[in-house]
């Protein structure tokens, strides 16, 4: 047991300094992207910039809705790397004049990111701004956000976020949120990739 105690001490200090080496190497930054990376950087780019949304979050909505895999189908049937229903996809295509579009489509990378950053600007502009009601409407749906709101269920505010009748939602819009903050540090506020 003693041993096996020794060889894991001698292991932490390896990766301690291996990390140490790679810090220096690379800078913190590089090391925070590595650790936080981008897929997909320039499809988000280019969706958020047409749709005057900020690129991190809707890499942080990515990341917490389908982990940047975009062949993820939910068990309620939302598709993609953003995760779109498709009744909500039929709809952002006839908005954004896709033309021939099916619902398989929302399995493409620029498809879906194109669609869910119109869609969170539509929430955006619904919602005054706030991204924190924005974000538990992708989530919970706008009809459900609103009833909370207007019966006074939850304030809106991100230090209430118990308070929303959903765990789910809650959850959500804190795992998002945090994910922002994170890519946002780690990139030093400045996107990886421009725009296509």
Partial sequence: MRRLAVQFIKALVVLALWAAVVSVLYGTDRVKQLLYPIHYAGTIGSAAQEHGVDPFIVAAIVKVE?????????????????????????????????????D??????????????????????????????????????????????????????????????????AEYVRRVTTAYKDFVAAYGGRFPARPR
């Fill in 66 to 102: 389908s982990r940047f895999r975009p062949g993820v189908v939910s068990s309620r049937g939302a598709r993609g790397l953003m995760q779109i229903m498709p009744d909500t996809g039929r709809w952002a295509a006839e908005q954004l004049r896709i033309e021939a579009y099916y």
């Fill in 104 to 169: 398989d489509m929302l399995m493409d990378p620029e498809v879906n990111v194109r669609i869910g950053s119109w869609y969170l600007r539509r929430l955006l502009d619904a919602y005054k701004g706030d991204i924190v009601i924005a974000l538990a409407a992708y989530n919970g749906g706008p009809a459900n956000v609103d009833r909370w709101l207007a019966e006074g269920r939850w304030s809106g505010r991100a230090d209430e976020l118990a308070a929303i009748p959903f765990p789910e939602t």
